[in-house]
Every structure is written in structure tokens, then in C-alpha cells.
């Protein structure tokens, strides 16, 4: 079981975070999402899609780089609300979305780059970091399973 316990300012907003209590095999963890390695990475990939996404043709404006753009900003959204959760049924429901939005994300990358509208050296450092993530969302997914 985890408690949620208010946090001071990390962000610059009053009371923004909190932290959590994750029993991660038998390890009881006391942590800030914002200090985690997998939110901070999703951050980073989040921050490089919208970066990259004004490249995409002008037409895909209101298409295919908001559906990135959104897929992209789900992932640390639903990971840092995932961590936050008392219960390991709403835990694994939040890391389970964030999960699916990676792969969405993915998906729709892979689709920009076999049609040309973005180039696979600019998609090196984003394709690494959702392999990394989704290998972390994984590892806590399974945490979340197990009493």
C-alpha cells in the first residue's frame, strides 16, 4: 500500500507534486515523480516530438503532428498521474495508458519517416528513448501486478 504525502515546490507551482510509496520488489521507494529516470525521459522525448513535429508538411498541421504531439505529451502525463495513485489496480490503469500512447507514438513515427515527412537521423535520439521508456513502463507495470 502507498501514501501520498504533499510535496513543497518543485516546479514552481504552489503544491504541485507528490510523493509516492512504491514497493518495487520488496524496496520500499519514497520518490518525487519529477525525480524519476522514466518521467525525465518522457519528458525529453515529449519535448524532441513537438520540436521535430513543426517539420512535418504544412497540410499535416491539424493532422498527423497533433495526433504526435498529443500521443507524445500522454506518456509523462500518464506516468507522472500513474505514480502518484494510492491503489495498484489505478497504477497499473495510468502506466497501462501511458504504455499505449508510447506505442501509438511509435507507431505514427514510424509511418512519418516511410513517408518521407521526417528524415531517420532526426529520429534516432527519440526512437532510443521509447525503447528505454517502454522498457521502464514494463518494469513498473509488473511492480504494480504483484501484492
Known amino acids: 500500500m502507498s501514501e501520498d504525502v504533499a510535496d513543497e515546490d518543485m ?9 509516492a510509496i512504491w514497493d518495487l520488489g520488496g524496496k520500499e521507494v519514497v520518490v518525487h515523480y519529477q525525480e524519476t529516470v522514466i518521467w525525465n525521459k518522457a519528458i525529453r522525448l515529449a519535448e524532441l516530438v513537438c520540436l521535430l513535429s513543426v517539420e512535418l508538411p504544412t497540410e499535416e ?5 497533433s495526433q504526435l504531439t498529443r500521443a507524445a505529451i500522454s506518456v509523462p502525463s500518464n506516468t507522472a498521474e500513474g505514480w502518484t495513485r494510492e491503489s495498484k489496480r489505478e497504477r497499473r490503469q495510468f502506466l497501462s495508458i501511458a504504455h499505449g500512447s508510447l506505442a501509438e507514438l511509435h507507431t505514427q513515427l514510424l509511418i512519418c519517416e516511410r513517408t ?3 528524415r ?5 535520439e527519440i526512437k532510443s528513448l521509447i525503447d528505454q521508456t517502454s ?3 514494463t518494469v513498473l507495470r509488473r511492480a504494480a501486478r504483484h501484492p
Open 61 to 65: 498541421r491539424f493532422g498527423m503532428r
Open 135 to 137: 522498457r521502464m513502463l
Open 120 to 124: 531517420t537521423a532526426d529520429l534516432t
Open 116 to 118: 518521407g515527412w521526417l
Open 11 to 19: 516546479s514552481g507551482f504552489p503544491n504541485a507534486g507528490v510523493r
